[in-house]
């Protein structure tokens, strides 16, 4: 099925990592549509037009050209993503002493029941942004 160039970009992205939209959208519910481990809005906080979160995956179990979609763990901003959870993790187990990053690691919100479970809002289009200063908007059509 065609997508509009809005859409074929997140459509490409959550299919590399063994996701759908509507799982995606469901992710993001779960975060509060914020960084998973930041808590920042919107996502990237650069200013090119529509932009998608960073998909965090487990590396021990799929490298970094892609998912399996299982070890996924969360929807991060850029910024989180490539240079926190991989720092962080690389540190040694006596040296990783941040609770808000052991709280994301050991419960990972991808990975939780609730981000399973679609709700009419996760098919309603792509939760997405349009420049760093723009209120959240879904993107449609699906």
Known sequence: MGHCATCSGAYRQ?????????????????????C???????????MEGISYWQ?????????RSGSCG????GLLCKTCNLRGVSWYERLPSERRDWPRMNAYLSDPPA??????????????GIRA????????RST???
Do not use: K
């Open 14 to 34: 959550a299919r590399r990592y063994g996701l759908t939209i509507w799982r995606m959208n469901a992710i993001l519910r779960v975060q509060d549509d914020e």
């Open 129 to 136: 942004r349009d420049g760093a200063f723009a209120s959240w």
């Open 140 to 142: 449609r059509p699906l």
């Open 70 to 73: 299982r070890c996924v763990r």
């Open 36 to 46: 998973a481990i930041c808590g920042e809005h919107p996502g990237d906080g650069g």
């Open 111 to 124: 990975q939780r029941p609730e981000a399973a479970v679609s709700t009419w809002g996760d098919t309603s």
């Open 55 to 63: 998909v965090d995956h487990d590396h021990a179990c799929c490298d």
